[in-house]
């Protein structure tokens, strides 16, 4: 028998028909709606009272946010203004107008900027061929490695023969190091440079610098440490913690991989120690501790005290971090480098660090972070970081009782900074990603 | 003919210590072990030397004279005539009360924010967006003092919950009183009570809570003794027994007897002249504290969870259901079982990180053992050493019992691999 089914079918169509546009509810703005925001009853009633909730919240902060109390002078005239325009409430933003150089410099002397400005700018030069290697030429290089001296010089003031001095202490002992690693071997050679360089710092510098800054009197105002602050002082403090604790934290975890137990102990004490203590236990050591533990008659800078102890807590975070990226790189890699005849610096500069640290960026990067928002904590041993200054604001009677326009002004700082640090650190990822999978 | 000897016996020369891989191992280590006693030993001379300078002979005595300060949030019986170990003792409570109360509230509400942010719902999921960069990109400091401002700010004064014309009325049937000078919450009172025990002198330990958790860990185990029998009845015929109601029953029962044997009843905060009296009073610094701490630490929680469960694949889910799971044993028996395989090492670190947070208590002036210990007790004393090492040493230690209990904790979940 046949299978046609003419007999039995009366029609059968020959063309095909055009193709009918999608539903009304699937498609455009109803049905994306539809898909993402009303997919079930669930969803539905989350999504209205989550658009509740956030219109709330804007019908109540945004008439506070806009408020015409941009020329206030003191909160009581912030409310005859408030009053003048109608409204019974607004925020009070003449505090952040008559007080926002405070909060970038704290009592910097006024006259002096445009140093901690001109720093921030070389600052950024300095870290453009760090952060963005394809786009900055590479010479750029040589004057980031020139940066430290010259903020210092900048932030500090004084006569320039320090910080040159200090610089040709670090160009007298590379420069032993590289005679001296012709003659004899590195680790040797290393050490000789390190010891001219000791040598060059606390026997030649003393000497030549009152006479250097006698016959070339080349200087600037000098600024104290106590009039620093605001987030010229987080970032500084930041700033060093952060560039100092990356190689610090490298050497730590190559300790705490190391094969000789010695060593590994000593790291792994140290490390432990220090990321089970707060910051805020390890400050009160800076501030009252440091003193009494160095020789009798020491007393340095509260800044450069705060530093080093902010620099060792982010180291020991840091080693934990790199040591994730040393612990995920396969073995092969390390018998691929002992097997080419690399000796272990040179096995971990070439082969293991690239890789290891490319693995952990994400981490580092927000162990940065978390370094840059801890820097807020030294208003507790009070110094005056945003936070110890917003006290300080609200103790002048004109400012009694300003809280909010304060907070939410330093708040939206420190995420501006925080914010575009994690976005760069997922740029790099991409970047970097060299596409294994 | 040749017969193989071996190679002559090499004698010994200074240079292998630094040039012979067997040697230098041994060299660099002494060098560094002499490096760092060397380090130990200069710092120990120094501070001796300025200790002996100022006066000060090292000794612990100081922990046992009066304290003579007060502290206005306790746990434990305190006066200002107690010794300084006592308030340290107190101080080290308070560290540990909001510890924990921040960790629960801050994983709660960081499970519930990571899987928002997954969710398929587009506002929510940028709402818990929102939430986690706000959070995670301003200082904890910057939170802790900002739910101050809020509370002291924007909270009814207690006058104002007075008189017939009272503009602010007390919440849940008249039993919590949230003031800009605290919280005031029923505290759980005892009718027949079994009094305290002192422990060496120093502390006392109620009864009741201690009868209340052994009763408590009875009837846990109870429980679980009834679920293991039910697994076992399941092995054998397949078929699960409902055992919900006696596994609750188990816990409930018990707890409900011991209450009404003790003669348990609620003292409720009253309004008294300028104040509330009676019940629990939570002082807002300690909420602000609990707060900030959770909402903080809540937001990289909540990042933790979202990798945790991002980092399943697909495929686990669909062969559970292929294997005829029910959508909530395949939550339970494969997602949950990975998920927290990844979760648990990063939620650990911020289990620390929360309770060392908590020593920004001092900022709004919790008195936790940052501000008894290394505040008032230091700047009494004058014993910056003493106080300052021994408050270390107690985070020291805290942290190390936390990450202790967690990893135990972590290998019993951790998925055993080849």
Request: glycine content about 8%; aromatic content about 12%.
């Amino acid at each position: 028998m046949s299978d046609t089914h003419a007999e039995t079918v009366a029609f059968v169509r020959e063309t095909m028909l055009p193709q009918k546009a999608p539903p009304a509810s699937t498609v455009g703005p109803l049905g994306w709606a539809k898909a993402n925001l009303f997919s079930s009853y669930v969803n539905g009633a989350l999504t209205i009272l989550s658009a509740a909730f956030i219109v709330f919240v804007l019908y109540e902060i945004l008439p506070w946010l806009i408020s015409p109390t941009w020329e206030g002078t003191s909160l009581t005239n912030c409310r005859e203004l408030l009053a003048a325009a109608g409204d019974d409430r607004g925020a009070c933003w003449g505090v952040i107008r008559e007080r926002w150089q405070q909060l970038m410099f704290g009592f910097y002397p006024r006259t002096e900027y445009w140093r901690p400005v001109l720093t921030f700018i070389f600052l950024l030069v300095a870290i453009a061929p760090i952060l963005f290697a394809q786009f900055v030429p590479a010479k750029v290089a040589y004057f980031s490695a020139l940066f430290p001296f010259i903020a210092v010089w900048l932030l500090w003031g004084g006569t320039i023969w320090g910080p040159v001095l200090a610089l040709l202490g670090f160009v007298v002992g590379f420069v032993v190091f590289r005679y001296a690693s012709r003659a004899i071997a590195p680790a040797l050679a290393l050490a000789a440079g390190v010891v001219a360089a000791i040598i060059w710092w606390s026997v030649i510098t003393p000497f030549v610098e009152p006479d250097l800054s006698r016959i070339l009197p080349i200087g600037i105002r000098s600024v104290q440490s106590r009039e620093f602050g605001g987030f010229m002082l987080s970032i500084t403090i930041g700033v060093t913690a952060i560039m100092c604790s990356l190689p610090i934290g490298i050497l730590l975890a190559l300790g705490r991989q190391s094969d000789l137990p010695l060593v590994k102990s000593i790291c792994v004490g140290f490390i432990e120690f220090i990321r089970g203590v707060p910051l805020i236990t390890l400050l009160f050591v800076a501030s009252v501790l440091l003193n009494i533990f160095l020789p009798p008659g020491t007393n340095f800078d509260i800044i450069l005290r705060v530093m080093i102890m902010v620099t060792l807590f982010a180291a020991a975070y840091m080693a934990e971090v790199i040591r994730g990226g040393l612990a995920a790189l396969p073995k092969g890699q390390y018998e691929g480098a002992d097997s080419l005849g690399l000796d272990y610096w040179q096995a971990q500069r070439l082969i293991i660090m690239p890789q290891a640290l490319k693995i952990s960026i994400p981490g580092i990067v927000s162990t940065f972070i978390g370094v840059f928002k801890d820097t807020t904590l030294v208003s507790i041993i009070s110094m005056f970081d945003p936070i110890g200054l917003s006290n300080a604001i609200r103790a002048d009677t004109a400012w009694n009782g300003v809280y909010w326009e304060l907070f939410i002004f330093i708040g939206f700082v420190f995420f501006v900074f925080c914010f575009s640090m994690s976005r760069y650190s997922m740029y790099l990822e991409r970047k970097l990603n060299t596409g294994h999978r | 003919m040749t017969t193989l000897t071996d190679p002559p016996a090499e004698s010994f020369k200074l240079s292998m210590l630094v040039y012979d891989t067997r040697y230098r191992a041994i060299t660099f280590q002494i060098l560094a072990l002499l490096a760092f006693l060397t380090l130990i030993g200069w710092l120990i001379n120094n501070t001796a030397q300025n200790l002996a300078d100022l006066g000060k002979e090292p000794s612990f005595a100081f922990l046992y004279a009066p304290a003579g300060y007060d502290i206005n949030q306790t746990l434990i019986a305190y006066n200002n005539q107690d010794p300084h170990i006592r308030a340290a003792f107190v101080g080290l409570l308070n560290t540990l009360l909001v510890a924990f109360l921040g960790c629960v509230t801050a994983t709660i509400l960081g499970v519930l924010v990571g899987v928002l942010r997954l969710s398929n719902n587009w506002l929510i999921a940028r709402l818990m967006t929102v939430y986690v960069e706000m959070f995670r990109n301003v200082p904890v400091l910057m939170w802790i003092v900002l739910c101050m401002a809020i509370l002291i700010e924007s909270l009814p004064a207690p006058s104002a919950f007075r008189g017939d014309d009272a503009t602010s009325s007390m919440a849940l049937f008249d039993s919590v009183a949230v003031t800009n000078r605290g919280v005031y919450v029923p505290e759980p009172l005892f009718s027949r009570g079994l009094g305290d025990i002192s422990v060496g002198g120093y502390f006392e330990i109620s009864l009741d809570l201690i009868a209340f958790l052994v009763v408590l860990g009875g009837g846990i185990f109870v429980s679980r003794q009834i679920a293991r029998r039910a697994d076992a009845q399941q092995e054998a015929t397949g078929v699960r027994p409902k055992t919900w109601y006696l596994r609750l029953g188990a816990v409930v029962v018990p707890l409900l007897v011991l209450m009404v044997a003790l003669g348990f009843h609620l003292g409720l905060p009253e309004l008294k002249g300028f104040n509330f009296q009676g019940g629990t009073y939570m002082r807002n610094s300690l909420i602000a504290l609990w707060l900030a701490l959770s909402l903080y630490t809540a937001a990289f929680i909540a990042e933790n969870v979202r990798a945790g469960i991002l980092a399943i694949s697909k495929g686990q889910t669909e062969a559970a259901a292929a294997l005829g799971l029910r959508p909530r044993r395949i939550t339970s028996l494969v997602i949950l079982p990975q998920a927290l395989r990844v979760i648990i090492p990063p939620l650990i670190s911020q289990y620390l990180n929360l309770t060392k947070n908590s020593s920004l208590a001092i900022a709004v002036g919790y008195m936790d053992i940052t501000g008894t210990l290394m505040g008032i007790t230091l700047n009494q004393t004058g014993r910056e050493l003493e106080t300052v090492l021994l408050g270390m040493l107690i985070y020291l230690t805290i942290s190390l019992l936390i990450s202790a209990v967690m990893n135990w904790y972590n290998s019993r979940v951790k998925l055993v691999e080849r």
